[in-house]
C-alpha cells in the first residue's frame, strides 16, 4: 500500500542547516507537504510542493522533490531553536483526496 | 479570528466509559478529518465528512463514533469498545475535500486511568 518513510529525529547545531528528508512509494501523487508541529500542539502548513516541480524556495525554507526517486526532503537555512519541532512529510495522491503521513522527524537543536 | 477548536486540551476517562471529544471550526470549511497521533507513527485517520449529514470510516475507526449535524461542528466519541484509547486525537478541516491545505485543532490529549 502507500506508505511514506522519514527518520524519527536529526540533531543540528544552531546556525546550521537542517534537511529532513522523506521517501514515498505512491507515483500518483499531486501533492506533497511539510507540517510543522510544536510541542502539544496541531499541526501547520510549512510549505507544499506540487509533483510538477522539483524545487520551491520560501524564505529559510528549501524544497526539493525527487520523483523519479520518490524522495522529498526540506532544507532549513539558519537553523534556530525556534525551529525545534517535529516535521511532518505528507503526501495527496491521485486516487483519493485523504493524506498519506510520514511518522514526523523530530528536529533537535543543539547550542 | 477564524479558526479550528478542540476541547478540552487534556481529558481522563476510566475504563468502560464513553467520551466525547469536541471540535468546532469558524472557517466555512466543508471537509473535517479526525487523526490519532501516536508517539513515533504518523498521524492515522479515524474518521472523515465531506458535508454536512454525511462520514465515512478512515483506517482506524473500530471503536470510535462520529456525527456530523451541523457544518462547524464534528465530535468525536472514544467508546469502550476502543481497546486502547490513550492518545493525542487531532481534528481538521478543509475547504472540501482534496483543498491544499488542511488547518489543524491544538488537540485533544485523552488518557485513560
Known amino acids: 500500500g502507500e506508505d511514506v518513510e522519514q527518520s524519527l529525529f536529526l540533531s543540528v547545531r544552531e546556525g546550521d542547516s537542517s534537511v529532513i528528508n522523506c521517501t514515498y512509494t505512491?507515483?500518483?501523487?499531486?501533492?506533497l507537504y511539510w507540517y510543522k508541529q510544536e510541542p502539544g500542539a496541531g499541526l501547520q502548513l510549512l510549505t507544499y510542493?506540487?509533483?510538477n516541480m522539483d524545487m520551491k524556495q520560501d524564505q529559510r525554507l528549501t524544497v526539493l522533490l525527487n520523483k523519479k526517486d520518490k524522495h522529498l526532503s526540506l532544507r532549513i537555512a539558519d537553523t534556530q531553536t525556534g525551529d525545534s519541532a517535529i516535521y511532518f512529510c505528507?503526501?495527496?495522491?491521485?486516487?483519493?483526496?485523504?493524506?498519506?503521513w510520514g511518522a514526523g522527524t523530530k528536529l533537535i537543536i543543539k547550542p | 479570528d477564524g479558526g479550528i477548536t478542540q476541547s478540552p486540551k487534556y481529558l481522563f476517562r476510566k475504563e468502560g466509559q464513553n467520551v466525547t471529544l469536541s471540535c468546532e471550526q469558524n472557517?466555512?470549511?466543508?471537509?473535517m478529518y479526525w487523526y490519532r497521533q501516536d508517539p513515533g507513527q504518523g498521524l492515522r485517520l479515524i474518521y472523515y465528512?465531506?458535508?454536512?449529514?454525511?462520514?465515512q470510516k478512515g483506517d482506524i475507526a473500530e471503536g470510535y463514533s462520529v456525527s456530523r449535524e451541523k457544518k462547524e461542528s464534528f465530535p468525536l466519541t472514544v467508546t469502550s469498545a476502543q481497546k486502547n484509547p490513550t492518545a493525542f486525537y487531532l481534528c481538521?478541516?478543509?475547504?472540501?475535500?482534496?483543498?491544499?491545505?488542511?488547518?489543524f485543532g491544538q488537540g485533544t490529549r485523552l488518557t485513560v486511568v
Open positions: 465528512s465531506q458535508i454536512v449529514n454525511d462520514f
Open positions: 472557517l466555512n470549511h466543508d471537509a
Open positions: 505512491d507515483s500518483s501523487s499531486t501533492y
Open positions: 510542493i506540487f509533483s
Open positions: 505528507a503526501e495527496r495522491t491521485g486516487s483519493n483526496y485523504q493524506l498519506i
Open positions: 481538521a478541516s478543509s475547504a472540501a475535500d482534496g483543498a491544499l491545505e488542511a488547518f
